[in-house]
């Protein structure tokens, strides 16, 4: 490991501070579109756990597994954005706590 | 070293700024720098490919699509945000639950780091000289990994589907041809898509 790196453990504690502020941004927004964006917070920690381990084992399996992470949150993005948008078409709201449609 | 630790602030500085910034136009802005400052790391960590996926697919698709979806949500007639927002009630207990996570995570990291990783299992280190670079991920991406390369076509191929069957045009569908007598004789075989999906 080179000597300007900084050990494996900081970026995996990096990547869990990063992850835990996509989840109080996903409990604590009511606004979402800021709600989407955080669980894209919380897919790009993962991403930066699965690179550091690559790193640490000198396997790419984990840059392959962030490929496919990184193709499933496009996915995610464009299918809620598509939801938010439907939602805002039907009710005119913004607001996930307001979206109690499906409420039984 | 010190870059790590002023990449890392930045990091967490702008997340901050994404999940607090009051318009979401704001929390689009912190989270490109959020994207570009982890590019940047994963250029530190020898992933280039996935450094420059992330600057393309990240920055340049996924926020182009979330500043369309606002820009189309705010031209709206009503404001934006109606009434407060649900942080000054629900942000402490938000905050404490991600602080015992958060805790638990760094407590696993730290003990690790006292009692030493576990080292890779036999057979799975490699390609230690190579590593990370384009051609060495392309070759295991097109080689091995095949199969899931050919599923991330499939997934994306769902996603565009079910986009624009959510998302389609509200307008009616153009009037069709006037059925013949013998079209109204037969059973429909095929319901028309929209009234499933309504």
Not at chain 2, 58 to 75: E, R
Not at chain 2, 160 to 189: C, Q, S, T, Y
Request: with cysteine; hydrophobic share 60%; proline share 5%.
């Amino acid at each position: 490991m080179t000597q300007w790196l900084a050990p494996m453990e900081s970026y995996i504690a990096l990547s869990a501070v990063m992850f835990f502020l996509g989840v109080v941004g996903v409990i604590a927004r009511r606004n979402p579109l800021i709600v989407l964006m955080s669980i894209e917070l919380m897919f790009n920690a993962a991403n930066l756990a699965l690179v550091t381990f690559a790193k640490l084992w000198a396997n790419n399996a984990g840059h392959i597994f962030a490929f496919l992470v990184v193709t499933v949150a496009a996915a995610e993005a464009a299918i809620g954005l598509a939801i938010v948008v439907v939602a805002f078409r039907r009710a005119q709201y913004v607001d996930v706590d307001e979206a109690s449609v499906l409420k039984g | 070293m010190i870059a790590f630790w002023l990449l890392s602030f930045a990091l967490i500085a702008t997340g901050v700024f994404t999940i607090t910034a009051s318009k979401p136009v704001y929390s689009v802005v912190g989270l490109l720098g959020n994207f570009v400052i982890l590019a940047i790391l994963y250029l530190t960590l020898n992933a280039e490919f996935l450094a420059v996926i992330q600057l393309v697919v990240y920055s340049g698709a996924i926020l182009i699509l979330f500043l369309f979806v606002i820009a189309l949500l705010s031209s709206g007639v009503k404001p934006f945000d109606i009434g407060p927002d649900r942080a000054p009630r629900i942000g402490v207990p938000a905050f404490v639950l991600a602080l015992i996570g958060l805790c638990v995570i760094v407590f696993s990291v730290v003990r690790a780091a006292v009692v030493g990783a576990p080292n890779a299992p036999e057979g799975i280190t490699g390609q230690a000289d190579a590593f990370g670079s384009v051609g060495d991920f392309g070759v295991a991406l097109f080689t091995k990994n095949l199969l899931p390369f050919e599923v991330t076509a499939l997934v994306l191929m769902v996603a565009v589907i079910g986009v624009v069957l959510l998302a389609g045009d509200e307008k009616p569908a153009p009037p069709r041809r006037k059925p013949h007598a013998r079209d109204l004789e037969r059973e429909p075989i095929v319901k028309p898509v929209e009234k499933l999906i309504r």
